[in-house]
C-alpha cells in the first residue's frame, strides 16, 4: 500500500494501477473489493493524465459505485477516507484542478 500511495502521489498512475493489480491478483481478486476500486481509480487518473476524459469518467464512476459497498481500508497510515472523498470531488468536477493526494496520518 505504501508503494501504491507513493505511485499516486508522484502522478505515476500507471505504475501505481500495477502495483495495485499484483495484490489484488495475490487475494484471489474479491469482487467487489477496495483493491479492485483502487485499480479502477489509479486507471481513472492515468487516463486523465493522457486526456481520455470519458475513459476516466467511466472507469471513476466504476470505482466510486464498487467502493460503497466494501468496508474502509484502515487509516493508520494512510488517510483514506480523505483520498477517496476528494478522489469523488475531482471526479464530479470532471478532473478540473489537481488530481488528490494520498496523506499520511497524523500520529
Given at each position: 500500500m505504501n508503494r501504491f500511495a507513493d505511485l499516486i502521489n508522484?502522478?505515476?498512475y500507471y505504475?501505481?494501477?500495477e502495483v495495485m493489480e499484483e495484490i489484488w491478483i495475490l487475494n484471489n481478486r474479491p469482487r467487489p473489493s477496495i483493491l479492485q476500486s483502487l485499480i479502477q481509480i489509479a486507471a481513472s487518473l492515468?487516463?486523465?493524465k493522457r486526456e481520455n476524459?470519458?475513459?476516466?469518467?467511466?472507469?471513476a464512476m466504476r470505482a466510486l459505485q464498487d467502493i460503497q459497498m466494501v468496508p474502509n481500508?484502515?487509516?493508520e497510515v494512510w488517510e483514506w477516507s480523505s483520498f477517496l472523498r476528494e478522489f469523488k470531488q475531482y471526479a464530479i468536477g470532471d478532473f478540473?484542478?489537481?488530481p488528490p493526494a494520498l496523506q499520511q496520518a497524523k500520529s
Open positions: 508522484s502522478a505515476e505504475e501505481a494501477h492515468e487516463h486523465v476524459i470519458n475513459g476516466a469518467r467511466a472507469l481500508l484502515p487509516e478540473q484542478g489537481q
